[in-house]
């Protein structure tokens, strides 16, 4: 591996940063109204800090030293991406920052959960085990694991805002014995050895700047013997960089969701290998012949809806619910009751569920390589 070159962690400026921009919108049950509550001056840094790297670039014009940037400045990135972008999600898709299969008539968001369940099937979790979340979000997921296999877990998060919120819906639960999350930069885990029982990553490590890296303190924080599963969104062996429309698609994605540099599959295999794992199992779930494709409700699809349930997530992702939330951002900004950026934030999520479609439809990039690896006993 390649040697990387990692960002110093400063724990107290990023605290007073999320103290500022965020206030007390981290206890705003209403994730639209958390959107209105941010402080305009550190919204607008945090989006020209993210947007640097994206603004008045082409796919085209794309460098190896535009890549090398943003992995040098992964974790501002990913930080200030999340700073932006997490209320969105919560508004328009879920607790949970992830895709998943759909079985017939299967609601949205029980779609979700069994995604999470059949990863702890496959990882073999159980009651008592002590399981790290890499990149644990707003504690959806964690929360669902930890009802469903009766284990208690931490989650490791660099984003602040993401760690208070998690933290207030695993206390609204009634699971703050069961649930933590903590601050960290998953490239240099603060965690002592052979910690855990059991790691997962659901579509978090794709922020790493690199996969042998960041699988590698995953293998360190592990106790020997223990269990690491993972949902890695990587780019197909179809994918060529030298074909102009797959890097655009690359690219969009990359840009709406906070990655630095997107791998290949054999990449990912390669790198859970060098990390000195045991591979024990891995696909590409998004091959399965599912009745409905993991990205039907991006694509603003009402033909695989299965409950009406889901018709607001949809319709939120179709062109005319996307147009009105253009249109309605850009209003509240005008009136200055939304801040700076909002409606740039969202515009360039926007961009990135098309790409995301485009990749699936296009069988380049897959959100659900799931690999699950075991550290050797020792």
Same mark, same amino acid.
């Given at each position: 591996m390649s040697p990387i070159s990692l960002e110093t962690e400063d724990h107290l400026r990023d605290a007073d940063f999320n103290k500022i921009m965020h206030g007390k919108s981290a206890e705003e049950k209403n994730s639209f109204l958390?959107?209105?509550?941010?402080?305009?001056?550190?919204?607008?840094?945090?989006?020209?800090?993210? !947007?640097?790297h994206w603004d008045d670039r082409k796919a085209s014009d794309e460098t190896q030293q535009d890549r090398d940037d943003r992995k040098a400045q992964y974790a501002?990135?990913?930080?200030?991406?999340?700073?932006?972008?997490?209320?969105?999600?919560? =508004?328009?898709?879920?607790?949970? *920052?992830? *895709?998943?299969?759909?079985?017939?008539?299967?609601?949205?968001?029980?779609?979700?959960?069994? #995604?999470? #369940?059949?990863?702890?099937?496959? $990882?073999?979790?159980?009651?008592?085990?002590?399981?790290?979340d890499v990149g644990c979000g707003v504690g959806g997921p964690a929360r669902e694991?930890?009802?469903?296999?009766?284990?208690?877990?931490?989650?490791?998060?660099?984003?602040?805002?993401? /760690?208070?919120?998690?933290?207030? =819906?695993?206390?609204?639960?009634? $699971?703050?014995? @069961?649930?933590?999350f903590v601050k960290g930069d998953f490239m240099q885990m603060s965690f002592p050895e052979n910690t855990f029982d059991a790691v997962y990553a659901i579509e978090a490590t794709v922020h790493a700047p690199s996969l042998e890296g960041v =699988?590698?303190? +995953?293998? @360190?924080?592990?106790?020997p013997g223990g269990v690491f599963g993972v949902y890695e969104w990587l780019m197909c062996e179809k994918y060529d960089n030298n074909n102009p %429309?797959?890097?655009? +698609? %690359? /690219?969009?994605?990359?840009?709406?969701?906070?990655?630095?540099? $997107?791998?290949?599959?054999?990449?990912?295999?390669?790198?859970?290998?060098?990390?000195?794992?045991?591979? &024990?199992?891995?696909?590409?779930?998004?091959?399965?012949?599912?009745?409905?494709?993991?990205?039907?409700?991006?694509?603003?699809? !009402?033909?695989? $809806?299965?409950?009406?349930?889901? *018709? !607001?997530?949809?319709? @939120?992702?179709?062109? /005319?619910? %996307?147009?009105? /939330?253009? %249109?309605?951002?850009?209003s509240l900004e005008m009136i200055k009751l939304a801040p700076h950026g909002t409606q740039k934030t969202a515009d360039s999520?926007?961009?990135?569920?098309?790409?995301?479609v485009a990749g699936g439809k &296009?069988?380049?990039?897959?959100?659900?390589y799931l690999m699950v690896a075991r550290k050797p006993p020792s």
């Amino acid at each position: 591996m390649s040697p990387i070159s990692l960002e110093t962690e400063d724990h107290l400026r990023d605290a007073d940063f999320n103290k500022i921009m965020h206030g007390k919108s981290a206890e705003e049950k209403n994730s639209f109204l958390a959107i209105l509550k941010k402080d305009t001056v550190s919204q607008k840094a945090a989006v020209d800090e993210y !947007f640097r790297h994206w603004d008045d670039r082409k796919a085209s014009d794309e460098t190896q030293q535009d890549r090398d940037d943003r992995k040098a400045q992964y974790a501002t990135l990913t930080r200030h991406y999340y700073n932006l972008a997490t209320d969105l999600y919560e =508004y328009g898709w879920a607790q949970s *920052f992830h *895709f998943c299969r759909f079985a017939p008539r299967e609601p949205f968001l029980q779609a979700i959960a069994r #995604h999470e #369940h059949y990863l702890a099937l496959k $990882m073999g979790l159980r009651d008592g085990m002590k399981v790290l979340d890499v990149g644990c979000g707003v504690g959806g997921p964690a929360r669902e694991i930890a009802k469903f296999a009766g284990v208690d877990i931490t989650g490791l998060n660099n984003n602040d805002y993401q /760690i208070e919120r998690a933290t207030s =819906y695993a206390a609204k639960e009634g $699971m703050s014995d @069961r649930l933590r999350f903590v601050k960290g930069d998953f490239m240099q885990m603060s965690f002592p050895e052979n910690t855990f029982d059991a790691v997962y990553a659901i579509e978090a490590t794709v922020h790493a700047p690199s996969l042998e890296g960041v =699988y590698s303190q +995953i293998f @360190r924080a592990l106790r020997p013997g223990g269990v690491f599963g993972v949902y890695e969104w990587l780019m197909c062996e179809k994918y060529d960089n030298n074909n102009p %429309r797959h890097r655009e +698609i %690359r /690219i969009g994605i990359e840009q709406g969701d906070g990655i630095s540099n $997107m791998v290949k599959i054999t990449e990912a295999l390669e790198a859970i290998k060098a990390a000195g794992f045991e591979l &024990e199992y891995h696909e590409d779930l998004a091959t399965r012949p599912d009745v409905a494709p993991w990205y039907y409700p991006l694509a603003g699809d !009402f033909k695989h $809806m299965s409950s009406l349930g889901d *018709f !607001f997530t949809i319709l @939120r992702m179709t062109k /005319i619910g %996307r147009g009105l /939330i253009h %249109r309605l951002l850009g209003s509240l900004e005008m009136i200055k009751l939304a801040p700076h950026g909002t409606q740039k934030t969202a515009d360039s999520l926007a961009w990135a569920a098309d790409s995301l479609v485009a990749g699936g439809k &296009e069988g380049l990039f897959t959100p659900m390589y799931l690999m699950v690896a075991r550290k050797p006993p020792s």
